[in-house]
């Protein structure tokens, strides 16, 4: 039920309508509220709703972290 | 693979040295509660890192009572039930979803509340009950169908309203001593609704560490590192690792639209009793909705069933497998508690993965 899995928008019908793929599987959801989308758009659907459109770029709060990670294992490597 | 191996080795390895105290970590999403499993990775934790399963299972928190409602809505003569699938095999006191559906009565798996309305105009002479349950990631799909209903003057479409928020009971679980967290794993589809600022108070006025995080095993194994690093620092705060889909703000239409239709009232959680404010009530505005007020059923207190431990399970103060009914009496083949029912129940999720066997990070 948590469960929300990345689909990309081929078809919008309207302002509340799609078709979205997820791997070769196409469904017809819901996108009243992610307003805006475009064909090529990749949300999060959860439960038949796009719930968020996904971004690309990683956080730079995840670049620090890693940073930080690779210090930790560098003082292993001494 | 091999990329990534190396990735989760560095990662295990930072963890295992900055991890120098007992640290007590809990994970409040069913996805997670699945992905850390699947994924094998408590094995790569150091001894003293206990990560424990929270209320993070929408199905799972569904209390007794709310069941056994559900399950008597399904005996009224023309009503059809419409709710997702992991409910329909969780046992209420009497009967469940399924057996009421064997024994000819209407209820329908759907896995979108637009589908529950679908079946209402397609089908007038039929009284629809969708039963909603979920947390701010489930709520606003069922506000949008609520006020489409409406719009239409929808009479034949209903809905027995469960929705619960998260950010009240992560609030009991934080002030309860004997649970004790230290850090907190966020969930991540919740997050993409509600953003950062719910959370601060955890930090803030408990001194929890935080991070919001992704699903793959990198991602966890970065979230706890995140919320280890706070603790060793003594900056506990609200981390954001899961910027692809969370902002800040969160999805505020959707917010909006939870907003418009539910107000905050008290609810009953599984083994957390009733906690003041923790559920979203329908407004006045849409009552002629609520299939309780239709249907004139009530939500009664009723136990949870002899010997399951699922209100132990969903507080982090019991392992799956300490219960006594674990595996023996209570499997997914025959469950007894809603935690062995849903795919994302913390013991469905340790019956299925903790039975032993090599683990893939490991070679």
Redesign the interface.
């Known amino acids: 039920m948590c469960l929300a899995i990345p689909h990309r928008i081929i078809r919008l019908f309207d302002d509340k309508r799609a078709l979205a793929s997820a791997g070769a599987v196409e469904t017809e959801i819901r996108v009243d509220l992610v307003p805006g989308l475009e064909i090529g758009d990749v949300v999060l659907v959860h439960a038949g709703f796009a719930i968020e459109r996904l971004r690309e770029e990683q956080g730079q709060e995840i670049e620090a972290l890693w940073e930080e990670v690779r210090r930790m294992a560098g003082i292993v490597h001494e | 693979m091999n990329e990534t191996r190396e990735r989760i080795a ?2 295990s ?2 963890l295992d ?2 991890t120098d105290r007992p640290i007590r970590v809990m994970e409040v ?3 997670h509660t699945v992905s850390i499993f699947r994924q094998g990775l408590r094995s790569l934790f150091p001894p003293s890192l206990e990560l424990v399963s929270g209320p ?4 799972c928190v569904t209390d007794q009572g709310e069941i056994d409602a559900a399950v008597s809505l399904a005996g009224i003569k023309g009503v059809t039930v419409a709710t ?1 699938g ?1 409910m329909l095999r969780v046992p209420g006191s009497g009967s469940s979803l399924v057996n009421e559906r064997a024994l000819g009565r209407d209820v329908r798996v759907i ?5 529950a309305l679908e079946i209402a105009r397609n089908e007038k002479t039929r009284l629809v009950v969708f039963v909603a ?3 701010e ?2 709520a ?2 069922t506000a ?1 169908v609520i006020l489409d209903a409406h719009r239409e003057g929808r009479g034949n479409f209903t809905v027995l309203n469960l929705h619960k928020a998260v950010p009240p009971v992560l609030e009991a679980l934080a002030s309860d001593k004997n649970i004790a967290l230290d850090a907190l794993l966020l ?1 991540g ?1 919740v997050s ?2 509600l953003g950062l600022s719910p959370y601060r108070f955890l930090p803030e006025d408990h001194g929890i560490a935080c991070a919001v995080a992704g699903f793959g095993a990198e991602d966890i194994m ?1 979230a706890l ?2 919320v280890v ?1 706070q603790i060793r620092e003594g900056r506990p705060r609200v ?3 899961y ?5 800040e703000e969160g ?1 505020c ?2 917010r909006d ?1 939870i907003d418009r239709v539910f107000e905050p009232c008290d609810s009953s959680w599984r083994g957390l009793g009733n906690l003041p404010l923790s559920g979203y009530g329908l407004r006045e505005e849409y009552s002629s909705i609520d299939a309780l007020k239709r249907l004139e059923i009530s939500i009664n207190d009723t136990s949870p069933p002899s010997g399951c431990s699922c209100g132990e399970v969903l507080k982090g103060k019991m392992l799956p497998r300490e219960c006594a009914l674990f595996g023996r009496l209570c499997n997914p083949s025959h469950p007894v508690g809603p935690c062995m029912v ?1 795919s ?1 129940g913390s013991c469905a999720a340790h019956f299925r993965f903790s039975r032993g066997g090599d683990h893939p990070w490991k070679h």
Do not use: W
Not at chain 2, 56 to 59: L, Q, R
Not at chain 2, 111 to 115: C, I, M, P, R
Not at chain 2, 243 to 247: D, F, H, I, L, W
């Open positions: 560095l990662l390895k930072a040295l900055m999403c069913g996805t993070g299972c929408p199905v997702y992991d896995t979108s509340a637009d589908q349950v979920g947390f990631t489930t606003p799909s949008s969930p589809h993409v609704i970065l590192v995140e690093r981390a954001s690792l910027s692809q889909a969370v902002r999805n239409l959707a639209l849903s994302e």
